[in-house]
């Protein structure tokens, strides 16, 4: 089984754009090494007593990415837990010192076309609803995270079959605790 007490790091955390399957994976990942799960958003949502796209409109971007910042770095400080960051946390330096410094990290790569079928009918992604070209604004949003992404300690491709990325990931962890 899996263990984090023999090295330097407290925790796990996915990272991904939005629709990469993070909650999805970790949810299960956390299950099967028996680790407290923690969602960024589902964070925010509940400090803050509104949705996502509520405190967009409302506030702005800004003031949702300091509460980001807040709630991430919190989370990023505790031990044994799977931790989904949200797509643009990354954006962050003291989000990904934090995540360099405390925790195993996991990108949850997907394709674009992927990602943008995976996304087209949802209507809880901020950054997609306020823009009149979704398929655009991913392709942006993507090219400006990848390089922070694609520092995680682990890639992954999530496009396809979730057990297969699961069993990958299981792997890559009881190969990381030796």
Excluded at 79 to 91: D, E, P, T
Excluded at 124 to 150: G, Q, V
């Amino acid at each position: 089984m899996f263990n984090l007490k023999g090295n330097k790091k407290k925790n796990i955390c996915i990272m991904g754009l939005m629709g990469s399957g993070k909650t999805i994976i970790g949810r299960d990942l956390s299950k099967h090494l028996d680790f407290k799960f923690y969602d960024t958003d589902k964070e925010i949502e509940g400090k803050t007593h509104k949705n996502i796209n509520s405190i967009f409109k409302d506030e702005g971007e800004k003031y949702f990415r300091s509460i980001e910042e807040k709630i991430c770095l919190e989370l990023l400080d505790k031990r044994n837990c799977v931790i989904s960051l949200g797509g643009g946390s990354i954006i962050s330096d003291k989000i990904r010192k934090s995540i360099q410094n405390n925790s195993f990290s996991i990108y949850l790569q997907v394709k674009l076309n992927n990602l943008f079928n995976r996304l087209k009918s949802s209507s809880k992604r901020p950054l997609l609803n306020s823009s009149l070209n979704r398929e655009e604004t991913l392709k942006i949003l993507y090219n400006k995270r990848k390089k922070f992404y694609e520092k995680a300690d682990f890639i992954v491709n999530n496009d396809n079959d979730k057990s297969q990325v699961l069993e990958k990931i299981k792997s890559e962890l009881n190969s990381y605790a030796k």
